[in-house]
Every structure is written in structure tokens, then in C-alpha cells.
């Protein structure tokens, strides 16, 4: 896809925002009747915010951004005539919504779930993605399912519902600022186990090594679906966002996109239903 033809540079350090399509600029002023007329901070571009890496849904492959989030975003970005841009910024950041609301991003996508409280700062999409949590482990492990983890060290993302939901269950979970950091802690023994969105654990376990190291024990269903932030009343954006889910759905790009970033497709898996993991055990932020 042309929306990813832009290796990702420090975005953060630099505060800078990349195209993610090479050829055909946009200028980079924001005037307020480019605003008005197509919802976007700058005319041309779609910009989103983003956490990286957070595959399957966001990471860097080749110098290029892809994912699965990038791909229904690239549909939204072409209803509205522009091309995605990405803008790499802490996840806390996406609960205040405060990136969006200062027009330095057009949207905040990163396998996000929605919630009551994150509703109150942001508008979101449609669902786009039913997911559990998972309970990783290495194997080996005597940790057989969530019960069997209380009084263990338990990994978690920083400010996600992973992190919540550890904690709701009476655990006492170390933090880790992203998905990179996390797999790391379990690796190195920092943890004995993490909880994370089981699409994330099965990007991972697509990499044999990781899949001889480590195994799900437990599939968490927190009843959790994913949307895509943006500014509170943008409806320009909000709409094509919708448009490109709906679309998506009936024109089978959601399927392959699916089966190419997170593995094999089940309808049921976007209906509550936990999807397979390549090696075909039933698991699923």
C-alpha cells in the first residue's frame, strides 16, 4: 500500500510527524477552511497517533509502518483525498485525548478498547475488533490459568485495560511503558507471566522462537472492542473512519487484512469469539 512507503524516523524525540506515502506532498499549513471542509489538521494528510510498536496492529516492517489499524486507516485517508501520516506519542496520552484535541493528530488508533472514560474526552468509531486478554507464560510454567497467577509477578502495559483488568482481579502487576518492554520483562524474568490483548500474543507467537518459548494459558474474556479515536465532534473523519469499517467488512479486505497481520479469520472472532493462534490454540487488550 502507498500509505506505507516512509521508513519511521524519531517521531517522538523530534516531535516531527511522517508521511507515510512517498510522492504527492501535502503542504504543511492548517488553516481553519481545510479544517471546516474535510475535518483534517492538515490538508492532505491524515495523521494518526500512534504507540510503536504495538504490532499486530502497528509496527515497523522494512522502514515502513504497517499493521492491521494502518490498513483501515489507509481506507478512511483515501475516502477523504489524503494519506497517512504517523505521529509516535506515549499511550497515556491517548485517555486525555489531548493530542487530538490540539490538532496534532486527526485520529489515535493502537488496538484501543473503548471505554466510558476515554469516551468522555474522545469520540470513537465503530468497533472494529471484539478482543480478549491473554495469560502468557514461558513454558515450563507452573502457572496454569489467572487463578493460578495470584501471588506471581504479573506484566502489563502501562495505561492499558490489561493493566486494569490485573489489577480488578486482585493482582499486583508491574508496568511496562510498551508492548516491546513487556515481552522483554517476561523474557528476562522480570515477570512470571503478562497479560496483554491476545491480537498482540499472537503477533508474537507468530515468530517461532517466541511460539517455542513461551504459551497462553488462560484466554480472558473482558468483553472488550476496539475503535478508533477522534477529536469530539469531528464528524468528517469519524464518518469516513465508519465508512471504511463497514466497506472493509463487506468487500473482504477486513478478512485478508486480518489473516495477513493476525492470523486465520473466523467471522465469530469479530463477534465476541476468540480467533486461533497459528499454531491453532484458542486464545485472544
Known sequence: MTARSLSLLSLLASGCVLAACGGGGSGSSSGGSAQSTSGLAKPGVLTTCTHLPYPPFQFEQNGKVVGFDVD???KAAKKLGAKQAFLDTPFEN???GAFLNTRQCDVAAAGITITAERKKN???????FDATQALLVRKGSNIPNL????GKKIGVQTQT?????AAGKGLDPTSFESSDALLNGLRTGQVDA???????VAGWLKQPALAAAFEVKDNLDTHEQYG???RKGNTKVLDALNAAIKESKADGSYKASYEKWIGPYLPKSTAGTAAKTPSGTTTSK
Open 161 to 165: 485495560t490489561g493493566e486494569e483488568y
Open 228 to 230: 478508533i479515536m477522534v
Open 94 to 96: 491517548f485517555k486525555t
Open 122 to 128: 474522545v469520540d470513537f468509531s465503530d468497533p472494529y
Open 194 to 200: 503478562v497479560i496483554t490483548d491476545y491480537p498482540v
Open 147 to 150: 487463578a493460578g497467577a495470584k
Open 72 to 74: 483501515i486507516v489507509d
